[in-house]
Each structure stands twice: as C-alpha cells, then as structure tokens.
C-alpha cells in the first residue's frame, strides 16, 4: 500500500485528520510509541470511545 491509498482509507472511513511521530532511528514495531512525559498531550485526540479489539491475524492485514 502507498501514502495515496492509505490516505484514501482514512478518507472514506471519515477521518478528517492524520497524526504522525517520526520515530527515533532506534524505535521498533516492538516499541510503544513515546508521546510526552505524562498523558495531558492525550488530549488533543478527538476519543469518543475506547473499543477493545481481539487479538488475531489483523497484524498481517
């Protein structure tokens, strides 16, 4: 998948904004995303809901 079609996904499931953190040269897929210090920079995300997902094959989705 390129940027195009990825943007498109977002698109067509209603999103209207895509946040990005460049990674550091040692971050991994195994590595949870380092945001701040403490969870206020949380609030810039429009959560209206928190939904669980089952683990399963969507990692090679």
């Known amino acids: 998948?390129?940027?195009e079609s990825l943007k498109q996904?977002?698109?067509d499931n209603?999103?209207?904004k895509v946040?990005?953190?460049k990674l550091a040269p040692n971050?991994?897929?195994k590595n949870q995303?380092?945001?701040a210090g403490n969870f206020e920079i949380l609030?810039?995300?429009p959560i209206s809901e928190i939904e669980a997902?089952?683990?399963g094959e969507w990692e090679n989705e």
Do not use: A, P, Q, R
């Open 27 to 29: 971050d991994n897929s």
């Open 53 to 55: 997902e089952e683990s």
């Open 43 to 45: 609030n810039i995300f």
């Open 9 to 11: 996904v977002f698109l």
């Open 33 to 35: 995303v380092y945001l």
């Open 1 to 3: 998948m390129n940027l």
């Open 19 to 21: 946040y990005v953190k």
């Open 14 to 16: 209603g999103c209207k």
